[in-house]
């Protein structure tokens, strides 16, 4: 196995790892994958419309509305039209929304603690350049088929 390879299997498997640990902490407070970067986003955007909430997720805006009816129905947001567009939604947290956020934003950072525990402030700003050159290198791709020519193959 090359580097390029040890280093492609790597990043799958720490983001396998990421992403069941994350899992299982939003499960531990009763939310569904992505509800508590919505939290999050909104106790620093609190009345963001259902767009903007859709765009810094990255996900459709239909997508944005099934996770905030959840949202609602589990008592952790509220929307009221917007006062000078009727057709726009605005997006606010409810008290136990902010009490979950709270809790989630204070789990995640432990988290971060446990992942990053042993590297020195130079490895981790050496680790976000990478990442960071990773990153860009991938979003400059906005086409999957560009991502994998031959996906029919494998």
């Given at each position: 196995?090359?580097?390029?390879?040890?280093?492609?299997?790597?990043?799958?498997?720490?983001?396998?790892?990421?992403?069941?640990?994350?899992?299982?902490?939003?499960?531990?407070?009763?939310?569904?994958?992505?509800?508590?970067?919505?939290?999050?986003?909104?106790?620093?955007?609190?009345?963001?419309?259902?767009?903007?909430?859709?765009?810094?997720?990255?996900?459709?805006?239909?997508?944005?509305?099934?996770?905030?009816?959840?949202?609602?129905?589990?008592?952790?947001?509220?929307?009221?039209?917007?006062?000078?567009?009727?057709?726009?939604?605005?997006?606010?947290?409810?008290?136990?929304?902010r009490d979950v956020q709270r809790k989630t934003d204070e789990a995640f950072e432990r988290?971060?603690?446990?992942?990053?525990?042993?590297?020195?402030?130079?490895?981790?700003?050496?680790?976000?350049?990478?990442?960071?050159?990773?990153?860009?290198?991938?979003?400059?791709?906005?086409?999957?088929?560009?991502?994998?020519?031959?996906?029919?193959?494998?």
């Amino acid at each position: 196995m090359n580097e390029q390879e040890k280093l492609r299997h790597a990043l799958f498997h720490m983001g396998r790892l990421h992403h069941r640990w994350m899992h299982g902490l939003a499960e531990k407070f009763g939310l569904y994958p992505g509800q508590p970067q919505i939290l999050h986003s909104l106790m620093h955007r609190e009345g963001a419309s259902q767009v903007e909430l859709a765009q810094s997720a990255r996900v459709r805006p239909p997508t944005m509305a099934v996770m905030l009816r959840r949202m609602e129905a589990a008592g952790l947001i509220c929307r009221r039209g917007d006062a000078q567009d009727a057709r726009i939604q605005r997006v606010y947290l409810t008290d136990k929304g902010r009490d979950v956020q709270r809790k989630t934003d204070e789990a995640f950072e432990r988290v971060g603690a446990e992942m990053f525990a042993g590297f020195t402030d130079e490895e981790l700003r050496a680790f976000l350049t990478l990442m960071e050159k990773l990153n860009r290198n991938l979003a400059s791709k906005n086409d999957q088929e560009e991502l994998c020519e031959n996906c029919s193959d494998i």
